[in-house]
């Protein structure tokens, strides 16, 4: 009996999780002539124009292929850089330890609108404006620490005994840390993939900031059908459906990784 | 456990350290900068030192905007996390079902800010939104977002629990997942109610990943502005003009970068201070239990 309260109360939440995608789907698949002139549950002319209008500009299809290169290169360079420091977290006791992983934090801390122009001026200084290893470089800020902070989880959960074993093996550091500790916190680096990736992928201020063409995301893009005749909600709606695909596609791969890092319970 | 004293790990913190330094440190002193300057132009400013951070402090509307992010995130911390914490009681522990939960729960985590808002439009206006015109004629409550106070509010609210419940719950299910199996072995030996459970085995033993999800939804909560800004512009009036909407009128629209300044860093040593509190206190609780 209570097991089943707790079904069908799952059932409920998710369900209301997914009519609002629902609708924006079924927004998306009708004009935005029709959309203004009657209400409808479903699509019943369906049509792929928004679609289309998308995928034969490059104004616009160009819009995902920026933001998923910089999504790409920063959670590469996010999980890099933040393994190695992850690890020293879990292991060692050494000076400014704690509050160094608070000052970390407190970089996920500041509003965005003010900082973002600074961020503006020292990126065309350094001549990377409209870059993407910019934008990739800039969401280091929050995605660096939160790496380090759901590592460092991983990493405490694995026995000291198995690092003290490889040392006295003979194991120099590099070569323990790359053959045998990351292949045993695989799950934990998957978990952190996805958070970077989603965090990265959803900021909107410092990626329109620091682009103008040639490496703006389609989230920026997106403000254009406001400011065009009116509100075209059918396109509208295309591209935000469309914004949804590549992170599902994520999930998709990463799901057993999820499952088997949230598993272990480390995060 | 203790840890291994050793100085030499900075070594490995090094690239971290610098690679958000160097995207931290610079824009932080240039903010200073702005904070204590009246600019004119480019190479024309006066230092006015204080002035400004007098002027944000007494600004009435900038004390409304506090008050209302204040009610907004005690309300969002009051609602999400009991709320992910059940969710993730819920789910699944084992089959086909973990890896189905675990996607669709994630959906509304990578859909970008302003993609958000979007979706909240199109679902709550009162002539093509299925919530907006279910409300208005399937149940005949009027609801109309854009033009009554209560109704922006429960909009913003729901697309906030709708958009970030899953990351409370996605942390919790995985706090839960960690606890061994011989803990509720030990739990039903001793005859103890899943409420028993739940407080004295389940709660404590989340409690790492719980102060995670807590000080993330508190400050991203804090620091909302795409969502609510695309969804209702801060109306209707002021009445959803958070924190960094206001912000965002000064500093931008206004093209006043020593007030806005001044406006960011009062902002950003609230939202520390509230942060370092919440952390503080959530460590000292687990402690207490432990002993």
């Given amino acids: 009996m209570k097991g089943k309260k707790k079904i069908v109360g799952l059932v409920i939440y998710f369900i209301l999780l997914v009519i609002p995608i629902y609708w924006m789907l079924n927004m998306s698949l009708r004009s935005n002539a029709d959309i203004l002139a009657s209400f409808a549950l479903y699509p019943k002319d369906i049509t792929f124009m928004n679609y289309m209008k998308?995928?034969?500009d490059s104004s616009w299809y160009m819009g995902y292929v920026n933001a998923m290169i910089y999504v790409v290169m920063n959670t590469l360079i996010s999980l890099t850089v933040a393994l190695p420091a992850a690890y020293a977290f879990s292991r060692y006791q050494f000076v400014g330890d704690k509050q160094m992983f608070f000052w970390l934090l407190t970089n996920?801390?500041?509003?965005?609108?003010?900082?973002?122009?600074?961020?503006?001026?020292l990126y065309s200084t350094i001549g990377l404006l409209d870059t993407h290893i910019a934008v990739a470089l800039a969401h280091c800020l929050f995605n660096v620490p939160l790496a380090v902070w759901i590592l460092e989880g991983f990493m405490s959960g694995v026995p000291r005994e198995i690092d003290?074993?490889?040392?006295?093996?003979?194991?120099?550091?590099?070569?323990f840390f790359i053959t045998i500790f990351i292949p045993l916190i695989r799950a934990g680096v998957g978990v952190t993939a996805f958070f970077c990736f989603m965090f990265s992928w959803v900021e909107l201020l410092l990626a329109r900031t620091l682009t103008v063409t040639e490496a703006k995301p389609i989230s920026a893009i997106m403000t254009r059908t406001i400011s065009a005749t009116g509100l075209d909600y059918g396109l509208l709606a295309a591209a935000g459906i469309l914004t949804i695909v590549p992170g599902a596609m994520v999930?998709?791969?990463?799901?057993?990784?999820m499952a088997k890092g949230f598993a272990l319970g480390r995060v | 456990m203790e840890k291994w004293p050793n100085n030499k790990a900075w070594l490995l913190v090094l690239p971290v350290f610098v690679i958000v330094a160097f995207s931290a440190i610079i824009p932080l002193m240039t903010v200073i900068n702005y904070s204590v300057q009246d600019i004119f132009g480019p190479g024309q400013s006066l230092f006015v030192g204080t002035e400004w951070y007098r002027q944000m402090l007494g600004d009435y509307r900038l004390h409304e905007a506090l008050w209302r992010q204040f009610l907004f995130s005690g309300l969002v911390?009051?609602?999400e996390m009991p709320l992910g914490i059940l969710i993730a009681l819920a789910m699944p522990k084992k089959g086909w079902g973990v890896p189905a939960c675990l996607v669709t729960i994630a959906?509304?985590?990578l859909i970008p800010w302003n993609t958000i808002g979007t979706i909240w439009i199109i679902f709550t206006r009162p002539d093509i939104g299925l919530f907006g015109a279910g409300m208005n004629n399937l149940l005949g409550i009027p609801f109309d977002h854009t033009a009554r106070l209560l109704d922006a509010w429960i909009t913003v609210m729901l697309m906030e629990v709708w958009h970030w419940t899953p990351l409370v719950a996605l942390l919790a299910y995985a706090g839960l997942r960690a606890i061994p199996e011989a803990y509720y072995q030990a739990a039903r030996i001793d005859g103890a109610?899943?409420?028993s459970t739940f407080v004295y085995i389940q709660l404590p033993k989340m409690r790492g990943v719980l102060t995670i999800a807590f000080l993330l939804r508190f400050m991203d909560s804090f620091l909302i502005y795409a969502e609510p800004f695309v969804l209702t512009g801060g109306g209707p009036g002021n009445s959803t003009t958070f924190l960094s909407i206001y912000l965002v009128k000064i500093a931008l629209l206004q093209f006043d970068l020593g007030p806005g300044g001044a406006f960011s860093l009062i902002y950003f040593v609230i939202v520390l201070l509230f942060s370092f509190i919440f952390y503080q206190a959530l460590q000292r609780v687990g402690k207490g239990e432990k002993a």
């Fill in chain 1, 108 to 121: 996920r801390m500041a509003p965005a609108a003010v900082f973002a122009l600074p961020f503006f001026q």
């Fill in chain 2, 77 to 79: 911390l009051l609602i």
């Fill in chain 2, 193 to 195: 109610s899943a409420w």
């Fill in chain 1, 164 to 175: 003290e074993t490889a040392f006295i093996d003979g194991y120099g550091f590099p070569r």
């Fill in chain 1, 251 to 257: 999930i998709w791969f990463v799901r057993n990784h």
């Fill in chain 1, 54 to 56: 998308i995928f034969t």
């Fill in chain 2, 107 to 109: 959906l509304p985590l």
